[in-house]
């Protein structure tokens, strides 16, 4: 089992979770976040005082799924969260030991 966390724009989480959908994955969670990477943030205009917004909204999107899925489930994120500008976001992928389901105790893939 993989773990998927793609750090995202905010406005592009209801097509990337679409795009999951079709690939077949049935859960995931959605963390709202800031941060920056090499964009650095920005600068904006307020009251004719200039500010620098460090950490820019951003959307984190987990989901754990079996190794058959990774690749089209990272595919469909690519193509979903794209908008070819900077700050898109990432995907991390990581190995998962054990999933269990609290409710039944089901284990593994059963689990997810």
């Known amino acids: 089992m993989k773990k998927i966390e793609a750090i ?3 406005f592009k989480l209801d097509e990337v979770k679409e795009a999951l959908h079709e690939v ?3 859960g995931l969670t959605v963390i709202e976040a800031k941060g920056f990477g090499r964009q650095k943030g920005h ?3 307020y009251r004719g ?6 950490f820019l909204p951003k959307v984190k999107i987990e ?10 489930a990272i595919e469909a994120i690519m193509q979903a969260a794209a908008t070819g500008r900077i700050g ?10 054990e999933a269990i389901r609290i409710r039944t105790g089901e284990k593994g893939a059963d689990a997810i």
Do not use: S
């Not at 989901?63 to 990774?70: F, G, I, Y």
């Not at 898109?88 to 030991?97: A, H, P, Q």
């Open 8 to 10: 995202i724009k905010p």
């Open 49 to 54: 005082a200039e500010y620098v917004v460090d």
């Open 24 to 26: 077949g994955l049935q």
């Open 88 to 97: 898109d976001g990432k995907i991390f992928v990581t190995t998962v030991e």
């Open 43 to 45: 600068t904006e205009l």
């Open 63 to 72: 989901v754990v799924l079996e190794d058959r899925l990774v690749e089209r």
